[in-house]
């Protein structure tokens, strides 16, 4: 992979550009991906943004939205974009197989790659240019990097700021991670410059949800948690019977897993849901605890050191079992915190 420094000279050629994301995009894929978009487009480009699987409501009022195509509900016209693609932007994962059925048109793809990302341990050899930065706040900061330091400031606007606002702010939990360092408040300034409404994204993201939805939440922390103090643990156990009674969508878990590490002392959380094709996980920590190593050892995972998820084909019962059994080999590392 060499650096996306290298990359810039190619800006100023009209081309076929495809910004893609990880499956199930969270605030700061859909934002990375169409904030580069609107960048693109603004420097003439043929743009087409593709999500590997369908996203949550509270995404659908983003600049640009409406554009963004689903690789599931429209494979035809996707497999077309990126056969006459000369450039795929990969926004906010570093590793294909976190683009699902996308995974093998994306590795056919002979164009050049470009990989902008702030995960542990890249794919880099499926790149030719890229930054990888796990300090990064989020995609969304590396993209507003990218513009600046392409020398196409100038182009930024409302609807670019729009996107990588969301993005930042999602990654950080609203500002309040470690990675927020000064630099990000300073993107949120030059934001704010450009005329964003802060308080609207906030309501889009955060106040749109479905009265089920929070009944859903509050029966997952009334009946699906349990907290084990030996280990400064929590974990949340969803069935796949609670997310039919609740009628539950995409997006209705995010922030869940959240709520566990929000009990004093307790410092590693842990959440399982029952879909359909996999038992998927969710990890967060506050401190030392790197739940990126913790996810890729012990459920084919990955991510950040605070921050990470993986899968399992076993059963819901066994995954939990088995977690309860890893659990004791880090009492140390866990009680210590
Ligand atoms: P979440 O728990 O919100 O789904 O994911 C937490 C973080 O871990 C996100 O940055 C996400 O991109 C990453 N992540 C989630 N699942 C996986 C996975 O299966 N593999 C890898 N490598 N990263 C994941
Ligand atoms: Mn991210």
Redesign the pocket.
């Known amino acids: 992979m060499r650096p996306i420094q290298d990359y810039y000279p190619h800006l100023c050629n009209k081309q076929n550009i495809v910004i893609t994301m990880?499956q199930?995009p969270?605030g700061?894929?859909m934002g990375s991906t169409l904030g580069l978009y609107h960048f693109l487009a603004n420097l003439g480009h043929n743009v087409s943004v593709i999500s590997p699987t369908n996203w949550a409501a509270f995404l659908d009022w983003m600049p640009g939205a409406s554009a963004v195509l689903d690789y599931e509900k429209d494979k035809a016209a996707a497999d077309k974009l990126i056969d006459n693609a000369n450039t795929i932007f990969c926004l906010?994962?570093?590793?294909m197989?976190?683009t699902k059925n996308m995974e093998q048109p994306l590795m056919d793809a002979t164009c050049t790659k470009i990989l902008i990302d702030h995960?542990r341990q890249p794919q880099e050899e499926v790149f030719t240019y890229g930054i990888s930065n796990i300090y990064k706040s989020s995609t969304c900061e590396m993209v507003y990097d990218f513009i600046i330091e392409s020398g196409y400031a100038s182009l930024l606007d409302r609807n670019i700021a729009t996107c990588l606002y969301t993005g930042i702010m999602t990654?950080t939990g609203s500002f309040r991670f470690p990675s927020t360092t000064a630099s990000v408040h300073l993107a949120v300034a030059h934001f704010k410059e450009l005329g964003i409404d802060h308080t609207a994204i906030h309501e889009n993201v955060f106040d749109s949800f479905l009265e089920n939805r929070l009944k859903f939440l509050g029966n997952s922390l009334m009946n699906r948690m349990e907290v084990l103090y030996e280990y400064n643990t929590a974990i949340m156990v969803i069935p796949k019977s609670d997310l039919v009674k609740f009628n539950t969508k995409t997006g209705d878990t995010?922030g869940f897993?959240n709520y566990l590490l929000s009990i004093d002392g307790i410092r590693f959380a842990a959440?399982v849901i029952d879909r359909t094709e996999e038992r998927?996980?969710?990890?967060?920590s506050k401190g030392n605890f790197d739940v990126n190593n913790f996810?890729?050892m012990h459920f084919?995972?990955?991510?950040?050191k605070n921050?990470?998820?993986?899968?399992t084909y076993d059963s819901l019962e066994t995954t939990v079992q088995r977690f309860k059994e890893i659990l004791p080999g880090y009492q140390n590392e866990l009680s210590n915190l």
């Open positions: 990880h199930k969270d700061d894929a906010d994962f570093n590793v197989y976190r995960h990654d995010e897993v959440l998927k996980w969710s990890f967060r996810a890729r084919s995972g990955g991510g950040h921050a990470a998820g993986g899968s």
